[in-house]
Nanobody, 116 residues
Framework: QVQLVESGGGLVQPGGSLRLSCAAS????????MGWYRQAPGKQRTLVAN????????NYADSVKGRFTISKDNVENTVYLQMNGLKPEDTAVYYC?????????WGQGTQVTVSS
């Protein structure tokens, strides 16, 4: 079992920045991929960014390229999402996930609200 604890959401003005953190425990070395999805009210959950543990390759949604950066700390089993240039359309609940060979685990979600 993998437990994920997210932090870092909140209210920010347009153009501002936030950094989300997701700490994983219980997986040993079993995680091969971690990342973030988001879900706005009335919309489907969509991928924001992810990172492969072995090698560190990353993938971003087109809507966040150039503004968001995903990174990882293998020692702490923590993934970060640095979000710059935030826009009102980035408002959503952000969910961290961790994928092992056999399962996908989800965090509880953290609210990000971009508003003036």
């Amino acid at each position: 079992q993998v437990q994920l604890v997210e932090s870092g959401g909140g209210l920010v003005q347009p153009g501002g920045s936030l950094r989300l953190s997701c700490a994983a425990s219980g997986a040993g070395t079993g995680i091969n991929n971690m990342g973030w999805y988001r879900q706005a009210p009335g919309k489907q959950r969509t991928l924001v960014a992810n990172i492969v543990y072995d090698g560190g390759s990353t993938n971003y949604a087109d809507s966040v390229k150039g503004r968001f950066t995903i990174s990882k700390d293998n020692v702490e089993n923590t993934v970060y999402l640095q979000m710059n240039g935030l826009k009102p359309e980035d408002t959503a609940v952000y969910y961290c996930y961790a994928r092992t060979r056999f399962s996908t685990y989800w965090g509880q979600g953290t609210q990000v609200t971009v508003s003036s």
